[in-house]
């Protein structure tokens, strides 16, 4: 069981690029993380800085209160799960998983007691003879994850564990990996690009890009209040809308103007920019075409239907609002045609407005 | 129609590759008659007959090769030299390959590339100064000429497991670390077992070479006291240059009965081996 934290820690490599420049971060003991990003963010060269397969460049990384820049991969009591699942293609399934014990010297009774157990919880007991190439792509990630199971560490890092997997066999493992942690009450630390996984395992989401933390926080709180454009972007399936609108005064508060629409609002921190272009920003899922169904005040605008997809329960509209390309999701039961121009709404309590040089919030 | 033609050029290929091989089969079935035939049967003339009754001398030949001229004694230092010279091929060449294809810096390219030089210089460039070093060094000894086998088998065997260390995952090895393994751990408990395939087929490829090498040891040995079987051969002459034909054929045959046996057990695997090298590498 273990904290970890990242002190000023700075990865350069050899060849002379700065993956992670400065970075300062502090999980705490039992919590899933996840590290979530665009490849080539650093989230990867993060998770293989705390398992100890990239040294630290400067700063300091502890793993409880000891601080583990010198210490070796296995000295630092983490077990690791990668993409390709890494198992000794020569060793059966048994063998895999004991292999770090065996390592230890563990009496072979304590070793097939671990095995077994790890075995039965993710259901691998019918294969412990098999070898990896006589699995299935799921069933080699189980005895991936078993075989740092049954290690009992301190830390448990994976890195894209699901990314060779089917978008069935995906979801299945997902739940597996959240009930894995709850069972073991262990650090989990988490890699993925995948911004779904993110959202549904995590306690707590590190969103990065170009080495940078962006924003750290709970799922929901990255969902509401992004701290920037790219987070409020990266954050949510399909992603948010932006559109650039210029502010104006109206009596007390403020309105943004993009076309004939103006979305009236009452933000004090928008003062400061009345005249100026700034950019709003808002989710598919916040644009109704019922004005009953908002939160905040609704505020109507025309747009026209370039193209539709039925998925089902919802349709998404790919819009065109005065020049400007915007997605709806809106349920199924209101019908709409494509080539046809429609009136919708904004609900204005949903609106996020960044600042169109630097991209951070400026109010929600 | 178009199968029709399809099955005649195949019929026109056969027939020229069946020929080829009787070609290549030829001297090596004329060697196994002519070992079962009666020295005064073997000459010029009667060289490419069949044995008959009068001239089938059963295996008379091969007791008189096994006998004379110390072939056990030979067969000995030939087992010693390539067993020695193989395992060290395969042990040291199978770690230099591991540190060349993990450790990426501009040296360890470069002594990539030296044994992939090494490959292409004819022996006979080197031969002279080589018998001198090994002289200086004694390294003229059956039991530890291997050290020059070595140098000169590590190209190929380099060249090969470097191809096919680079399709095996990092990652697998990384594993090994987080699980505790220290280099040499991982080196002998998962990268050597990953190599089997492509050690069966340099094991095999090297064991051919040094088995039927006749310079080397030559050049190098002191050829009153240590012969080889490919040295030995030779020596099946009596006094005044004559040649004891008969049982120089039945030593050749025993000389590739080994082989062959070795190539046939592993024949799987070098082919698997070799792809896995030239595709992945």
């Given at each position: 069981?273990?904290?970890?934290?990242?002190?000023?820690?700075?990865?350069?490599?050899?060849?002379?690029?700065?993956?992670?420049?400065?970075?300062?971060?502090?999980?705490?003991?039992?919590?899933?993380?996840?590290?979530?990003?665009?490849?080539?963010?650093?989230?990867?060269?993060?998770?293989?800085?705390?398992a100890?397969?990239?040294?630290?460049?400067?700063?300091?990384?502890?793993?409880?209160?000891?601080?583990?820049?010198?210490?070796?991969?296995?000295?630092?009591?983490?077990?690791?799960?990668f993409?390709?699942?890494?198992?000794?293609?020569?060793?059966?399934?048994?063998d895999?998983?004991?292999?770090?014990?065996?390592?230890?010297?563990?009496?072979?009774?304590?070793?097939?007691?671990?095995?077994?157990?790890?075995?039965?919880?993710?259901?691998?007991?019918?294969?412990?003879?098999?070898?990896?190439?006589?699995?299935?792509?799921?069933?080699?990630?189980?005895?991936?994850?078993?075989?740092?199971?049954?290690?009992?560490?301190?830390?448990?890092?994976?890195?894209?564990?699901?990314?060779?997997?089917?978008?069935?066999?995906?979801?299945?493992?997902?739940?597996?990996?959240?009930?894995?942690?709850?069972?073991?009450?262990?650090?989990?630390?988490?890699?993925?690009?995948?911004?779904t996984?993110?959202?549904?395992?995590?306690?707590?989401?590190?969103?990065?890009?170009?080495?940078?933390v962006?924003?750290?926080?709970?799922?929901?709180?990255?969902?509401?209040?992004?701290?920037?454009?790219?987070?409020?972007?990266?954050?949510?399936?399909?992603?948010?809308?932006?559109?650039?609108?210029t502010v104006?005064?109206?009596?007390?508060?403020?309105?943004?103007?993009?076309?004939?629409?103006?979305?009236?609002?009452?933000?004090?921190?928008?003062?400061?920019?009345?005249?100026?272009?700034?950019?709003?920003?808002?989710?598919?899922?916040?644009?109704?075409?019922?004005?009953?169904?908002?939160?905040?005040?609704?505020?109507?605008?025309?747009?026209?239907i370039?193209?539709?997809?039925?998925?089902?329960?919802?349709?998404?509209?790919?819009?065109?609002?005065?020049?400007?390309?915007?997605?709806?999701?809106?349920?199924?039961?209101?019908?709409?045609?494509?080539?046809?121009?429609?009136?919708?709404?904004?609900?204005?309590?949903?609106?996020?407005?960044?600042?169109?040089?630097?991209?951070?919030?400026?109010?929600? | 129609?178009?199968?029709?033609?399809?099955?005649?050029?195949?019929?026109?290929?056969s027939?020229?590759?069946?020929?080829?091989?009787?070609?290549?089969?030829?001297?090596?079935?004329?060697?196994?008659?002519?070992?079962?035939?009666?020295?005064?049967?073997?000459?010029?003339?009667?060289?490419?007959?069949?044995?008959?009754?009068?001239?089938?001398?059963?295996?008379?030949?091969?007791?008189?090769?096994?006998?004379?001229?110390?072939?056990?004694?030979?067969?000995?230092?030939?087992?010693?030299?390539?067993?020695?010279s193989?395992?060290?091929?395969?042990?040291?060449?199978?770690?230099?390959?591991?540190?060349?294809?993990?450790?990426?810096?501009?040296?360890?390219?470069?002594?990539?590339?030296l044994?992939?030089?090494?490959?292409?210089?004819?022996?006979?460039?080197?031969?002279?100064?080589?018998?001198?070093?090994?002289?200086?060094?004694?390294?003229?000894?059956?039991w530890?000429?291997?050290?020059?086998?070595?140098?000169?088998?590590?190209?190929?065997?380099?060249?090969?497991?470097?191809?096919f260390?680079?399709?095996?995952?990092?990652?697998?090895?990384?594993?090994?670390?987080?699980?505790?393994?220290?280099?040499?751990?991982?080196f002998?408990?998962?990268?050597?077992?990953?190599?089997?395939?492509?050690?069966?087929?340099?094991?095999?490829?090297?064991?051919?070479?040094?088995?039927n090498?006749?310079l080397?040891?030559?050049?190098?040995?002191?050829?009153?006291?240590?012969?080889?079987?490919?040295?030995?051969i030779?020596?099946?002459?009596?006094?005044?240059?004559?040649?004891?034909?008969?049982?120089?054929?039945?030593?050749?045959?025993?000389?590739?009965?080994?082989?062959?046996?070795?190539?046939?057990?592993g024949?799987k695997?070098?082919?698997?081996?070799?792809?896995?090298?030239?595709?992945?590498?």
């Open positions: 069981m273990a904290s970890i934290t990242f002190k000023n820690v700075v990865k350069t490599y050899d060849n002379g690029v700065t993956v992670v420049p400065d970075l300062n971060l502090e999980i705490k003991d039992k919590e899933f993380i996840v590290l979530v990003g665009p490849s080539g963010c650093g989230k990867s060269t993060t998770l293989r800085m705390i100890g397969l990239e040294d630290v460049s400067s700063g300091e990384l502890f793993i409880g209160d000891k601080v583990v820049n010198t210490v070796a991969p296995k000295d630092r009591d983490i077990a690791m799960v993409q390709s699942y890494a198992l000794y293609p020569h060793m059966t399934v048994r895999n998983m004991a292999f770090a014990l065996k390592l230890r010297k563990e009496p072979q009774e304590e070793i097939d007691k671990k095995v077994n157990e790890a075995a039965k919880i993710l259901e691998l007991e019918k294969y412990l003879d098999r070898k990896p190439k006589a699995l299935s792509g799921g069933q080699r990630q189980r005895v991936a994850l078993g075989r740092a199971m049954v290690r009992k560490p301190a830390v448990f890092l994976l890195d894209e564990p699901l990314s060779n997997l089917d978008a069935k066999l995906r979801t299945e493992m997902r739940s597996q990996i959240a009930a894995l942690h709850k069972r073991l009450e262990t650090t989990f630390v988490y890699v993925t690009h995948d911004q996984e993110a959202m549904t395992m995590g306690d707590r989401i590190v969103v990065m890009k170009d080495g940078y962006q924003q750290f926080d709970t799922p929901q709180n990255l969902y509401n209040y992004p701290c920037n454009m790219f987070v409020a972007g990266f954050i949510g399936s399909p992603q948010m809308n932006f559109m650039d609108v104006e005064k109206d009596g007390d508060g403020q309105v943004l103007v993009f076309g004939d629409s103006r979305v009236a609002v009452n933000k004090p921190e928008l003062n400061e920019y009345i005249g100026k272009e700034v950019v709003m920003g808002i989710r598919p899922e916040d644009i109704h075409a019922n004005s009953n169904a908002h939160v905040g005040a609704p505020s109507e605008f025309s747009a026209f370039n193209h539709m997809e039925m998925m089902g329960s919802e349709n998404y509209l790919y819009l065109d609002a005065y020049g400007q390309k915007m997605l709806a999701r809106i349920p199924a039961r209101y019908e709409f045609s494509e080539d046809t121009t429609v009136t919708l709404s904004i609900d204005t309590g949903k609106i996020h407005v960044f600042d169109k040089e630097t991209q951070k919030i400026i109010c929600h | 129609m178009k199968k029709a033609k399809e099955k005649k050029s195949n019929a026109i290929w027939v020229i590759l069946g020929v080829l091989s009787i070609a290549y089969m030829y001297p090596i079935v004329m060697i196994l008659f002519n070992s079962l035939k009666a020295e005064r049967a073997i000459s010029t003339n009667t060289a490419f007959k069949l044995p008959t009754a009068e001239t089938f001398a059963g295996l008379a030949n091969y007791v008189n090769a096994i006998n004379s001229q110390g072939f056990l004694k030979s067969l000995g230092y030939s087992l010693l030299i390539t067993v020695t193989v395992a060290a091929i395969l042990l040291f060449c199978a770690m230099c390959s591991w540190y060349i294809t993990r450790v990426k810096t501009k040296i360890s390219n470069g002594i990539y590339l044994f992939a030089f090494s490959m292409v210089v004819p022996f006979q460039m080197v031969m002279f100064t080589l018998s001198q070093t090994a002289d200086m060094l004694s390294l003229n000894k059956p530890n000429i291997w050290i020059i086998y070595l140098g000169f088998g590590a190209g190929l065997a380099v060249f090969m497991f470097a191809g260390m680079k399709s095996i995952p990092l990652e697998v090895e990384e594993a090994s670390m987080i699980d505790g393994c220290n280099p040499l751990q991982t002998f408990m998962i990268v050597m077992p990953m190599l089997k395939p492509t050690m069966v087929s340099v094991g095999i490829l090297e064991a051919m070479w040094v088995w090498d006749y080397l040891p030559t050049l190098v040995l002191d050829i009153k006291k240590y012969r080889t079987i490919p040295m030995l030779q020596y099946f002459r009596g006094s005044y240059g004559r040649v004891e034909m008969g049982p120089m054929m039945a030593c050749i045959m025993l000389t590739v009965i080994p082989i062959v046996i070795i190539y046939l057990a024949q695997h070098i082919i698997k081996g070799v792809a896995a090298g030239a595709v992945k590498g």
